[in-house]
């Protein structure tokens, strides 16, 4: 079963940019879905994007579309978050996941069985 292990959290201003990634471990991401969720403080876990590894197909939750990216690199096992124009309501802890079914139209965390440690991500107004 592959681990994902996340980098690239920290503290950014209002509008600013940060990428994360997720790379895998103990076996590849190939036939997978990565995954990526956020759990502000007092809030429920919430689904941010979610990629295909064997199609490339995207999916994103509503609240993202337009600011954020996520992309995979084959040769690196790493799937990336690009995060533009953050906004303090971005401000969360980020969990990497893996789903073996594959598909980018799964979007639920029940569904995803491989979890990282997450990264902190905090925007400051």
């Known amino acids: 079963q592959v681990q994902p292990v996340e980098s690239g959290g920290g503290l950014v201003q209002a509008g600013g940019s940060l990428r994360l990634s997720c790379a895998a471990s103990?076996?590849?991401?190939?036939?997978?879905?990565v995954g990526w969720f956020r759990r502000a403080p007092g809030k429920e876990r919430e689904f941010v994007a979610v990629i295909s590894w064997a199609f490339g197909s995207t999916n994103y939750a509503d609240s993202v579309k337009g600011r954020f990216t996520i992309s995979r690199n084959n040769a690196k096992d790493t799937v990336y978050l690009q995060m533009n124009s953050l906004k303090p309501e971005d401000t969360a802890v980020y969990f990497c996941a893996a789903n073996h079914r594959g598909s980018s139209a799964i979007t639920s965390a029940g569904n995803f069985e491989s979890w990282g440690q997450g990264t902190q991500v905090t925007v400051s107004s």
């Open positions: 103990g076996r590849t991401f190939t036939d997978y879905a």
